[in-house]
């Protein structure tokens, strides 16, 4: 199946990459409705799907859909676990969660289409690349509107990249996945509703980059002017929902913390179905928040959300059930992300003059022997067979099996060796003593804390089992799930942890949106966080390696030539350890039979196409 899957990605990238190279300047007259940034023809599992079509009607530019007819009304409910989001405003989500919902609410000039992965419209009519790789000319829909009526220009892209993400408001991320050899692109506006991009050298991302969301002046302008302390709090959990002013196919309606967020129907978006009818369809889009997998499965059951995750232990279950429970089990391959033991490698102080680790786990944590044995000491192949019943694999390396840049040399990986764990050790000086107890070689006993979120309770189980693992090999652990938003600010903040189980969830079509992880001073370089010029003093030469080749993939636009980048990304992680990889599950969805329009695919997942799902 990764294999079918692979050939599959390999095709369209290379189809989306062989466009990107011809693409010509725009004949001056000429209609740009039917040349907007589209694929071809495409097919998925047996479903055939045109390419997307504008039209102009009464002064707008419309997106019409590619699905059948529906009608309005009804509600998809769905859920998420842990606390829920942190803040409602997408350019300063660190989280998924929160994330996905801003998202939700802000449109960007272009998206990923969830069945072939190239690259199409959504708030760009279309887009033309010259032939140099340097310029990228953005036409926008004529009529579009935020939800206060103001019509949406290239004002507001303009805005967004300059004063936004090239001024590093909010999360910096997606500033630093830009920067080309140490620059930015620029970006100009041409007319009303055209922008052009530049960048320094060919740039391969940018075009997927594109999918930022937008935002609009006319609010956020005077935010940004008070400073990043006002921006940061603009649009954060506690704001009354009438003060979004939004661009997407639906909006914030009702947030109860710990409870659920409602979103509601957008009547004016941008979108139609073929017969001419707005989308979307659905009047209510409703995600729960639910403390743990076992309420979200009990909600499931009980019919209070129409769409769950199945779990390893549970999918024969649900399977067995599905026709009674009028219920669909949808198998959308591997998880694109991954899961892994990452450890604490800062050797810093604080302000305080305080280590932020303890100096002897420093040493532990930084001795690349310690990480290779634990390594070699956790049962990858039990997790897998005993926690995920089989729905999953063993995993090794930093892109997720269903990459088409993954490196199959480091997705072999290696057998549990205890015996070979211990040799690592004994190599650093640590011993055992009659006990079978570990301790290094100044006496002290290795005993370290491992932490990971509350209520996901397959992380849960894997804690406890990695516990048991490292015993095997004479460490102490101290396994501890805490609330998800304490571990990411312990991770990302605090600097106070020693070690996590933690997941991040990866693109299978571009590497380069995991630089923030890679790059030395990337803001999610979790296993050694940097804040300043200071904290860069202590670069190992293999993230200095890592650096240059994040810098010169992104600059290559052939395939072939990429890979050899990344591959030996994937290579020195595999033998520095910063994470330690542990399994790829395979995503299992059951959903109700009772919507429209609903095609799940391994990209795209359940709600890729939610403007026109509907209820039957």
Sequence with gaps: MRKYLKIIFLIIILLFILRACISVDRVPGEKTADRALTSSLISYRGESLPPFKTVFKNGRDFLVARGEVGKYGGELKTSTIGEGPKTFNPWNAKDSTSSDMGSLMFDGLVSTDAYSGEVIPKMAKEIII???????????????????????????????????????????????????????????????????????????????????????????????????????????????????????????????????????????????????????????????????LNNELLKFESKEIDVLNVRGNSVARFKQMEKKGNYTIYNLGANTGTIFVVFNLNQRKDKNGKYYVPSHKQEWFNDLNFRTAVDYAIDRETIVSNILYGVGAEAFGAEGLSSIYLNEEVAKGHKRDIEKAKEYLLKSGFYYDKDGYLFDKHGRRVEFNLLTNAGNTERESIGVMIKQDLTDIGMKVNFRPIEYNSLIGKLTDSYDWDACIMGLTGSPLEPHSGRNVWASDGTLHLFNMRKSKEDMADVAPWEKEMDKIFDLGAGVIDFKSRKKYYDRYQAIIYEQKPLIYLYSPLIIIAVRNKFGNLHPTPLGGIVHNLEEIYVK
């Design 130 to 292: 010259n032939p140099n790789q340097l310029e990228y000319t953005v036409v926008l829909r004529r009529g579009m509107k935020w939800s206060d009526g103001v019509e949406i220009t290239a004002d507001d892209v303009i805005f967004t990249w300059k004063d936004i993400i090239f001024a590093g408001y909010g999360n910096t991320s997606m500033r630093d996945n830009l920067f080309i050899e140490g620059k930015l692109p620029s970006v100009e506006k041409i007319d009303k509703y055209t922008v052009k991009f530049r960048t320094p050298k060919p740039f391969a991302p940018f075009l997927r980059q594109l999918s930022a969301s937008i935002a609009p002046k006319h609010i956020l302008e005077p935010v940004v002017k008070k400073g990043k302390d006002a921006f940061f709090s603009f649009w954060d959990t506690s704001a009354e929902p009438e003060s979004f002013v939004t661009s997407g196919a639906f909006r914030l309606k009702e947030y109860i913390p710990a409870q659920r967020v409602i979103f509601e129907r957008n009547s004016d978006y941008y979108m139609m179905d073929k017969d001419g009818n707005k989308l979307p369809y659905l009047d209510k889009y409703i995600v729960y928040i639910v403390g743990d």
